[in-house]
């Protein structure tokens, strides 16, 4: 890390430890305009990010870690740069993505439930529970199904 005039710099390795995103991560969302590009070092044309830069890459990560896609992500910052007046665009961007994640939620939940019922199913098998064993198979399959279901939608 460097110190310039009160302010403090970092290189890409710096940048990619505070946020979490790998430097050929940092590198791809300048190339593709997810973020504006990097100013270099005078001597060493090396990436220099400054505190501003890894404010936005903080929040980018956080979007990237709900599983936004790179798309969509780069219109965030596109929004984000005509302030207010892209308001309801932002809402609509987030609000989308949080339907998202609550359908991935549900199938997860699924799976979580799925999983129960196998293991239960197997402490059935193990005690030798025949009726058990086969009233939990019976489950499974029907939960089996509605987790292929849920994978379509």
Known sequence: MTT?????????????A????PA?????????GVIAPISRGASSKHRVYDEDDLDQL???????????SVRDMRQYVANGALGPAAAARQVEL????????????????????YVRIKVDYWHAVEAGDE???QL???????????LKDTKGS
């Open 24 to 32: 050929s991560t940092l590198r791809y969302y300048e190339q593709i």
């Open 136 to 146: 939990l198979s019976a489950e499974a399959r029907t939960l089996a199904d509605a």
């Open 18 to 21: 505070l946020t979490g995103l």
């Open 94 to 113: 987030l609000s989308a993505q949080a339907e998202r994640l609550a359908r991935e939620a549900e199938q997860v939940a699924l799976r979580q439930q």
């Open 131 to 133: 009726d058990r064993a």
């Open 58 to 68: 903080m929040w980018i990560a956080c979007l990237a870690a709900t599983g936004m």
């Open 4 to 16: 310039h005039a009160g302010t403090r710099s970092y290189s890409i390795k710096e940048a990619a």
